[in-house]
């Protein structure tokens, strides 16, 4: 549907939802494989990806660039050029056998509501920037949020030597995306350039679909580590070395693997814990494992319930590690607090919500999300719609029309009814 077509007045009409159905179809078909979506940072999917958001930035009526981390960036002027922006976005990297709603349906919906403005002539007293960051989901190199730390100003640059699973260095990695790595600091924002940061995703768990709303107002994104863990302890034959004489690594991952489940699921607090990649050297059928890597990703609904549960899990790993006499190598990889929403935001939101019609059900975040970076230099605000069955990082991810609809049109109205608040 081209951006003439675009009309949100018409009773019944579902026009901006169709356009962000469409486009979420579109950009989905750009995947590492036909069959299991995957858009992984700075790969030529990756690529592909961020030239099409680019001509849809430009299409609504945007400037639009890619900055030095890969971040796709629009902006569409206010009343007069150069005034501070609202700033929208979510992200366009995927796990791997992704849902195709998570992140792009943020980035989708923002250029649809810009496109909306820009058809009816209409600027505010401010501008408003759509963001396509680069990496939230952390996939291909151990640190995640890359897109989102830069504009905050938080990029760490030493991550730039750590490689991929095949040995490619990050910095290596954004060159041949044709980015330069020693200008990341130039996609930093100050926060005087921002009114706000205002995310729109998917739920991704069940609580919209209980109680039958399209839509919710996010109080907070839950806080989150994530460790690498290396167990060491010596590859052998598998006929010749007998049980007693053995030090298993992947046996040693598997009780660490248990022992972490067994511990959050007798939580009674909504800690949860996954170990989501292993890998086992050197991987024969008839070779003792003598190595085994995995990660370890932690998350509870507050800070301090994380740190202890982080810590009591440490202790539990480093015994089994001991008792089976293995080398341990355990690496913090990622950590992030938990981030509130502005009240003042998620009164906005709210508000918008209750005009479209529908009750302004408040729910917390499990998933991180990019405003845990963008908290740095913003306050953030953030909209949920609802998904199918709360199911997402999977392929049956879907959201309806409707919904991808109505969550548009409380975003059109959070942007045209926006007063700035005391971000500034
Ligand atoms: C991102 O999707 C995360 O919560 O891990
Ligand atoms: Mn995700
Ligand atoms: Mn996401």
Redesign the pocket.
């Known amino acids: 549907m081209s951006e003439m077509e675009v009309d949100t007045a018409g009773p019944g009409k579902l026009v901006l939802g169709e356009q962000i159905v469409d486009r979420i179809n579109e950009l989905a078909a750009i995947s590492e494989t036909k069959e299991h979506l995957a858009r992984i940072f700075l790969t030529p999917e990756h690529r592909l990806a961020a030239d099409m958001i680019l001509t849809w930035m430009r299409d609504a009526g945007m400037s639009a660039h890619l900055d030095a981390i890969g971040n796709v960036c629009g902006r569409y002027e206010g009343d007069r050029p150069g005034l501070p922006c609202l700033m929208l976005g979510s992200h366009y990297d995927t796990v791997r056998d992704a849902g195709k709603w ?1 992140g792009p349906l943020g980035v989708i919906t923002a250029i649809s509501c810009v496109a909306d403005l820009n058809r009816r002539g209409k600027r505010l007293p401010f501008a408003i920037e759509v963001v396509g960051f680069a990496d ?2 952390g996939v291909r190199f151990a640190s995640t949020l890359l897109g989102s730390r830069a504009v905050a100003g938080t990029f760490d640059e030493s991550v730039l030597v750590g490689g991929d699973r095949d040995g490619i260095s990050m910095r290596d990695a954004l060159k041949t995306f044709g980015l330069d790595p020693d200008h990341i600091g130039a996609a930093a924002r100050a926060r005087r350039e921002l009114l706000g940061y205002i995310e729109l995703h998917i739920e991704q768990g069940p609580v919209l679909e209980a109680k039958n709303l399209p839509v919710g107002v996010v109080t907070a994104i839950a806080g ?1 580590t994530r460790m690498a863990a290396r167990l060491t302890g010596m590859a052998g034959h598998a006929g010749t070395v007998p049980m007693a004489l053995r030090r298993d690594a992947l046996v040693g991952a598997a009780e660490c693997i248990s022992t972490i489940e067994e511990f959050c699921r007798t939580d009674e607090n909504g800690l949860v814990g996954t170990v989501g990649y292993i890998q086992a050297m050197p991987g024969a059928t008839n070779v003792i494992p003598g190595q085994v890597s995995f990660t370890i990703d932690i998350r509870a609904p507050t800070d301090m319930h994380r740190k202890r549960a982080v810590a009591d899990i440490v202790r539990r790993i480093e015994a089994i590690a001991k008792g089976r006499k293995l080398a341990l190598q355990l690496d913090v990889t990622h950590e992030n607090r938990t981030v509130p929403c502005a009240p003042w935001l998620k009164v906005q939101i709210a508000d918008a919500i209750a005009a479209e019609g529908f009750a302004p059900l408040e729910l917390p975040s499990g ?2 999300h990019d405003g845990m970076a963008m908290i740095d230099i913003a306050d953030v605000g953030m909209l949920f719609v609802r998904c199918r069955g709360g199911i997402s ?1 999977h392929p049956d991810e879907h959201v309806e029309l409707a919904d991808a609809d109505a969550g548009a049109r409380v975003l059109l109205r959070v942007i045209e009814n926006f007063r700035a608040g005391e971000n500034v």
Do not use: P
């Open positions: 998570d939230e989901e989150a998933a991180g990082h």
